[in-house]
Structures are given as structure tokens and as C-alpha cells.
């Protein structure tokens, strides 16, 4: 089987491609910056390095914030021909953290109290009311960044003043105490397979790695796991990453990474997560795959009117003096060639069933 990693080719991409290589017959790690998507003629095309990119058994695609259009409309356009781990909704979902609240929130999912502003008066009026210290977002933002801390009315006022020339909306969060510690945990399919604690360089409030935080292994509840799962599911994708704070009434979610880094949780947890994507890929892959060999049988049976059991009318392909079987009778029968089977034959009559031990 024949996989792609469409990515900014970072060190996580990496690793990530060299462990596909394990599973896979072939990998091809493409540069996201070098795909184009004409919307040019009749038909949409996806374009690498200016020529129309390969069919692929399985793509997984990633990349930062910035490049959220491209890859919704690529995975838009790719998953009808091969399995995608993330819906292309969830780039756009989860690289806006007003549109991961929405969502989160639709899904009943723990989260801290926010509020939207779209300008700087209405900013303050909400940061009037907030109790504080308080946490004040842009939307978009990967790696801690875009994040603000105010302990005050008046301090919060003045990052306003200051960033107003931005005009970009403002979310205000609720600031959770958890003596500047947060988790990060890695969803792959329905499970957590690594989760680390970050704890905040002294000099912060920013628990991310990127930001200065310091990584180590943790071992989360069932129900932590479970919100962690159920925020990945709730954007649509297979493999994220899954920010929580902690609190006295359970874990909250606080931001949905659709392109995690794993140098920081592989160091603490000393597992190999990269491995674990590439394991999750290949047998969901395979499931795939499988499952559209069934469904296009069923779809030919459809369209030739062919009820199970019914009679086909045909003429034999003889290939020597051996018989060839049409290839309708192969895919409605379901044999694998890895099956024994049971054949038995007399004059006008060839019956072929599998073998099973009594």
C-alpha cells in the first residue's frame, strides 16, 4: 500500500514518515508549500510541484494555522480516493479557537467560561465583569503563541490599547489555577497513548514546551482519557493533540492541536509516538481499503440487479486449459487467496466453496 505525509517537513513530520516507512510498501513525504489546488476547468485538481498528485492509499496531512484553507480544500478534494485520518473540516475548526469552542462546546465537552469580543470596547466591557487574573486569545495561534496574561482591570486595559491597532477579535477565558501546569495528552484513533504534565518556566504562565515548559510522563484517569478523546472526535480527527487543565471538578479542555509536536512527550514518556500514528494509519488503511472492496461488490451486484445467491449468466474465459473466473463471481463469492478451498466437479457442473474444519 502506497502513503503520503503532507507536511511542513518539521522534525515530528519526520519521524512521523520514517515510522510509516515500517508499514507501508511506499511513502512519499511531500512539502505542503509545494502543493497548488487548481479550481481551474470542470474539476478540481491537486497539484504537486505543479503536477497532479499521485492516488494514495492513505494521506495524512499537517501543518500549522497559517496553512488551514489549503489543507481543508486538499483533504476535501483527496478523500475520495484515499483514507484521510482528519476530516477537512477540522483544519479550519481546529486551528480557530473560537470555532474549537463552538464545537467543544456543542459536544458537552469541559471547557473554561469564554467570551468573544469583536472590538476593544466591547472587549472591556466583558473584562469589567471577568474575575481576575485572566487569560485574553487571538483565534489562531500554535505553540503558546497569541496568549496574554492579565492580573488586573488595568493591566488587561492596556494590552488592549496596545494591540488595537490589530483589529482582530479577542477571546477572554477564565483563568484556571493549576500552579501554572497543564497536560498534553496524544489522541491516536480512541485512545490516549502518551500524556505529559508541563509545568510553566517560572518566568511564565504558558505551560507549552515551545514557550519554555518542562515535560514529564503522567499517567491520566479513565475519565481524563475520555474527555481527551471526545474533544478529538468532536473536531473530526483521528490523531491531535489534547491541551487540559486540570481542576477540582474534573479536567477542562483548553485547545485542540491538529499538528502536536513530538519531540517534548517522545523525551518524557519515552514512548514512541510517532510510531504509534504510523501503526493507527496503516490499520485503519487496511480497514478501509477492505471495506471498499465490499462495498463496491455490493455496489456491482446492485447496479447488474444481482440478489445474493441468484444465478449468473456468463461465458468462461479459458486461459489454456484452465478456467478463469469472471471477476464479478470472484468479487460476490469473497474468496481470499490466502483460503483453502473446497472444489468439487462432474460433467457440466464446478462447485467451489470454502474450506471449513468441522
Not at 13 to 36: C, P
Not at 258 to 281: C, F, N, R, Y
Not at 320 to 337: D, H, M, Q, S, Y
Request: hydrophobic residues 40%; charged residues 30%; proline residues 3%.
Amino acid at each position: 500500500m502506497k502513503a503520503a505525509l503532507i507536511s511542513l517537513e518539521s522534525k515530528s513530520s519526520q519521524w512521523t514518515g520514517e515510522a510509516m516507512k515500517k508499514y507501508f510498501h511506499r511513502v512519499d513525504e511531500l512539502n505542503l508549500k509545494e502543493i497548488e489546488i487548481n479550481f481551474s476547468g470542470k474539476n478540481s485538481e491537486v497539484l504537486y510541484e505543479g503536477k497532479p498528485i499521485e492516488k494514495y492509499d492513505c494521506i495524512f496531512a499537517k501543518g500549522s494555522f497559517r496553512y488551514a484553507p489549503l489543507l481543508r480544500s486538499l483533504t476535501s478534494l483527496l478523500k475520495v480516493k484515499s483514507y484521510l485520518p482528519i476530516v477537512a473540516s477540522a483544519f479550519t475548526i481546529g486551528h480557530d479557537k473560537l470555532l474549537t469552542q463552538l464545537k467543544l462546546q456543542q459536544k458537552n465537552i469541559p471547557m473554561p467560561r469564554t467570551y468573544l469580543s469583536a472590538t476593544i470596547d466591547a472587549a472591556k466591557k466583558i473584562l469589567e465583569k471577568t474575575n481576575y487574573p485572566t487569560i485574553m486569545k487571538f483565534p489562531q495561534g500554535t505553540q503558546g503563541k497569541g496568549i496574554m496574561f492579565a492580573d488586573s482591570y488595568a493591566s488587561a486595559s492596556s494590552m488592549l490599547d496596545a494591540l488595537s491597532a490589530l483589529n482582530q477579535p479577542f477571546l477572554i477565558q477564565e483563568y484556571v489555577e493549576t500552579g501554572g501546569t497543564d497536560i498534553r495528552a496524544i489522541v491516536v484513533g480512541d485512545k490516549v497513548v502518551a500524556s505529559m504534565k508541563r509545568k510553566a518556566d517560572i518566568k511564565e504562565v504558558r505551560a507549552n514546551v515551545h514557550a519554555g515548559g518542562i515535560g514529564e510522563a503522567t499517567q491520566l484517569d479513565s475519565y481524563t482519557k475520555k474527555v481527551a478523546v471526545d474533544a478529538a472526535k468532536a473536531i473530526g480527527a483521528e490523531i491531535c493533540g489534547v491541551d487540559m487543565l486540570e481542576t477540582p471538578k474534573g479536567p477542562v479542555v483548553i485547545e485542540v492541536n491538529m499538528s502536536p509536536g513530538l519531540q517534548g512527550i517522545t523525551e518524557a514518556t519515552k514512548i514512541d509516538v510517532a510510531d504509534k500514528i504510523a501503526k493507527h494509519l496503516y490499520k485503519r488503511t487496511v480497514e478501509e481499503t477492505e471495506e471498499e472492496k465490499v462495498n463496491g461488490a455490493a455496489k456491482i451486484m446492485k447496479d447488474l440487479e444481482i440478489e445474493k445467491g441468484k444465478e449468473i449468466i456468463s461465458s468462461l474465459d479459458f486461459r489454456g486449459t484452465r478456467i478463469l473466473l469472471p471477476e464479478i463471481i470472484t468479487k460476490v463469492a469473497k474468496f481470499n487467496e490466502n483460503e483453502d478451498v473446497e472444489i468439487s466437479a462432474e460433467e457440466d457442473k464446478i462447485v467451489i466453496k470454502k474450506f471449513k474444519v468441522s
